[in-house]
């Protein structure tokens, strides 16, 4: 599944001074963040591919300045991971978390 790929406009503003492709990225963002982190809560399978979990990663290296991260910010400091972590690893990593043990979708 390719996220988001032509699925909506890249202009016009859905909320002022958002437009629809950065709501829909955002939205993804916290399905994918907001599951990962019920997975691993809860000792279920990760709801998500490495696939989307690389392209979610990479819209959110492009998108996520660092004056949105830190204490009091919508996402905490990027935790370092191994060079060879998962993207799974990676993209929740790159959302302030630290990854854990808990099963994964293929």
């Known amino acids: 599944m390719v996220l988001l790929t032509g699925v909506l406009p890249k202009t016009g503003d859905v909320i002022e001074g ?26 279920q399978p990760i709801p998500f591919t490495e696939q989307e979990a690389m392209e979610t990663l990479a819209r959110a290296e492009a998108t996520l300045p660092p004056q949105y ?20 690893d990676r993209m929740v990593a790159s959302m302030g978390r630290e990854s854990g043990p808990a099963p994964r979708n293929s």
């Open 18 to 43: 958002v437009g629809a492709d950065q709501l829909g990225l955002r939205t993804v963002m916290e399905h994918l963040t907001h599951g990962w982190d019920l997975a691993t809560a809860t000792g």
């Open 69 to 88: 991260r830190g204490e009091h910010m919508p996402f905490g400091p990027i935790v370092p991971v191994a060079e060879n972590a998962s993207a799974v």
